[in-house]
């Protein structure tokens, strides 16, 4: 059985990418702060089993591929209060995002 | 809608800085998941997810309590013991401890 | 005497351990009868008497624990301060990086991030407390409390600033939520007039909270003094 994923990844460093904007019930790693906001690809971190379906006692098998995506603190917060440079990053699996221009 | 353990970006209070020593316990409560899960029968990911359905007001006890109870229901659920069994074994613990005062 | 009772459960205690393998511990300062502390040992004996875990590994695991602290983090940053090489493996490849040190990430992968006069990295996890704990030990309670979980995300500077830590506003606070397979070690900048310092020297200096990223390391005024 072959443990990777199932296809090529989509997605590179510098990238922009978009949150799927959706609050399916059950087991996600994708906090609700970060949903429907827009970021950019900071790196890609490899395939992992998928949490979504490990959490259920699944093998998370194919592995999902993931990334680190940077969102400017600004995108994220109304009136946030910092630097215009103030980032937040997370990790994000690749069935999560679309492409966003 | 945004679960219980889903809150970054949520209102609170000041950091509080005091720092408690881990206690025996809850050293015990780790190492005895980390057995389960060496053992392959068990994933954090699963864990995560009893932890999450937890009612806020057991979640809020405390994060080695709400482990405590979500391993509980987790290891009911794989069918490795029950809550009555350990229930039960706490009354025998506790029946033990106070006979030696 | 912990071992007059009589009891009907089949298995018997381990003459080598008390009821509670904890309750001689005399440096415990709270009740072994509350709900949790008897909670995980209900669990822990029902599970090695049912032959799901084995008691060795159990202690070993809490050993290995106990052997987990700051002191190794430290040990790997002032590595890296001292031997540009290692710094960029550290940075290229934390989890490999880490492994020089024997130091296991258990399924997870490390990321080391860097301070610089530019940006002040800081790592939170919103959703549960992850953290680099066979690098750094156990997470701080405040770690893992509700006001650090919900508030580092939206108003990283507010909360740096109760850490004792200004961030210059043309300095980029960037914000790392651990929210997956990765695990997050900051490093901190060495402070200045310490560039002819030993490994060990400067590993004194390297706190849990600098490698977090709440705090910056400094240096004792009584050494700066000399």
Redesign the interface.
Known sequence: MNDGPVSEKLYSAGDQVRIAQTNPPGHRRIPGYIRGKNGVVERYCGAFPNPEELAYGFDGLPKRHLYRVRFRQADVWQDYDGSDQDTVDLEVQEHWLSKAD | MRRHHDMGGNPAGPIELDEVPTEPWAKTLTAVFGAVREKGLSTVDELRRHLEDLPPEVYDRGYFQRWAEAACDHLEEKGLLTRAEVEARMETIKAELEAKK | ??Q??S?D?PHDHDHDHP?????D?SE?D?D??A?????????????IE?G???AD???D??EF??SRSEAIGAQIIAKAWTDADYKKRLLEDGTKAVEEFDIPMLGA?L?VVENTPDVHNMI?C????CYPRTILG?P???Y????????????????LK??GTDVA?????????S????RYLVMPMQPEGTEDWSADQLADLITRDCMIGVTRPSVPETVAAE
């Open positions: 005497m912990a007059e009772h009891h459960h009821v509670l393998k904890y309750s511990d415990h709270y072994e009868t709900r949790y502390p008897l909670m995980a040992e209900a669990m822990r004996q029902l599970l049912k799901v875990v084995d590994r159990v202690r695991l809490v624990m106990d992968e990321i939170v919103t959703l549960c407390s156990l701080p309670d405040w893992k409390s509700k006001s650090y979980r919900s508030r580092a995300v939206i108003e990283p500077r507010a909360v109760e850490f506003a043309d300095t980029a606070v960037r914000v790392h939520d929210n997956a397979d990765m």
